[in-house]
């Protein structure tokens, strides 16, 4: 066999593997994964004070809040505000996407773009982000939190971990100070049949905004 035979075969065979993985890898559609969609229905001021389209915050305190934000933005003109104050209780706070299928045993790489704001005190806690796999029916049963008129009525999702399928770790801190893409890959357990992008954050005070997420499936 003669070594430029050899080189070719070579070469053939690394542009079919970088050919295959990105055939093989798909980016999953996250409801309003950029912020930039307004929730239906609502004036731009009724959106920027409410959860924005596709998310659904959960939690038993009065002290926070989850809001569209068009002050603190990455990309485009709309960002996420997750603004939890002193008072914090210790039930915390829980922010979901729209939850995506999933295939059970394929990988899922969840890139997420985020800031802690910590340069005014006291909002210096840190946001954890959480990929939850979860079987038929989740958290959520029949309902739908994402609906818009669930939105606009100003209500909170009623979020439980009981059905969650999950390995660990499944959290990470958000870096802090600047816009950072933070990456966690997690592959389906046996039985998930979906997956949320979460945010959650107990006993914190924080004042912290998410922009861009992406869910990527291998
Ligand atoms: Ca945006």
Known sequence: MSKRYLVGVLAALCLLLVMSSSIL???LTVLNADFETLLPGATREQALSLT???WVASGAGNDYSVTLSDKVVYQGNYSMEIL???ENDP???HVACKPIPVVAGKTYTVNVTAINVVNEAPYTGKLDLY???WPDGGWWGEDDYWAP???LSGSKGIWNGKNRIASDPLFIGLPSGDWTTSSLTVTAP???KWVTVSF???RRTLRAYVDGIEVIER
Request: glycine share 12%.
């Open 25 to 27: 890898a798909a980016s």
């Open 52 to 54: 924005p389209y596709g």
């Open 131 to 133: 990929v939850e796999f």
């Open 200 to 202: 959650w954050t107990s």
């Open 91 to 93: 039930w915390g706070v």
């Open 149 to 151: 008129e669930f939105t």
């Open 190 to 192: 046996e039985g998930a």
């Open 84 to 86: 939890v104050q002193p």
